[in-house]
């Protein structure tokens, strides 16, 4: 969801990495950040979180069931295990241990290698805070309103950069994440616009809705993040229509 490389899917991998969470979980340990966005995109390293609960388990587990499905941006799992509590392996614990801070300092290695990716690193946190800011403003009603009744007063009492005003104005999307705006920001805007999840990711691969959707799954399936306040959802227009790119 990051620029032009938005809807990655690597279903090869994800089926990979539940086999490993049940047999292997220490070698999913030893990959970094930016493996996991190499292997199944940058929103993929997300998956990390299962090793928290694989960690509450014991070294010896059982899977009794499990299920998988792609339908359009993030393949959907689900999965039951036993635990087979055994001896600890205290080699194995010890090892995670003695290289953890060494991983710390190297989660993202290699990242900046990946064409149409943009990992939200310090530096662009601080080229993007005002803007992220701004957009997550959007949450409060009061500021919602503003900026759909008076856009440039919004942006004024934000402090926006020029730049930043323009990049909102002409809803450049793909922009917007050059410039180190989080996507999930870009998610609340596109909810108070009305434009849906999917008319963005189609805008930061420079295509249609209809171009993007033919490589969906469901390719039916239009969302966001949209509250029972949002204004009509006119999802019927095309991407050229409503969201540059």
Do not use: C
């Amino acid at each position: 969801m990051h620029g032009e490389r938005a809807g990655f899917n690597n279903t090869q991998w994800d089926l990979r990495f539940l086999d490993l969470i049940e047999k292997d979980p220490v070698k999913l340990t030893q990959l970094t950040h930016a493996d996991y966005a190499r292997l199944g995109g940058m929103e993929g390293a997300e998956v990390i979180m299962w090793l928290v609960m694989r960690g509450a388990l014991s070294a010896n587990i059982k899977k009794i069931h499990q299920s998988y499905y792609l339908p359009s941006m993030t393949g959907l799992a689900t999965a039951i295990y036993e635990n087979e509590a055994g001896a600890v392996n205290d080699e194995a614990e010890a090892k995670i241990k003695a290289t953890y801070l060494d991983r710390m300092n190297r989660q993202l290695a290699g990242v900046e290698e990946l064409e149409g990716t943009y990992p939200f690193t310090l530096a662009r946190s601080v080229k993007g805070y005002k803007l992220n800011k701004f957009l997550h403003g959007l949450i409060v009603p009061e500021r919602r309103r503003l900026f759909l009744d008076n856009p440039e007063a919004a942006f004024q009492q934000a402090g926006l950069s020029k730049e930043e005003r323009d990049l909102v104005r002409r809803r450049d999307w793909r922009g917007m994440i050059h410039h180190g705006v989080i996507f999930f920001m870009l998610e609340k805007l596109g909810a108070v616009i009305g434009v849906s999840n999917l008319h963005i990711y189609a805008a930061m691969r420079g295509e249609s809705l209809e171009q993007f959707q033919k490589t969906r799954n469901a390719p039916g399936a239009l969302y966001s993040v949209a509250g029972r306040d949002a204004e009509k959802l006119a999802w019927d227009k095309n991407v050229s229509e409503k969201v540059p790119a």
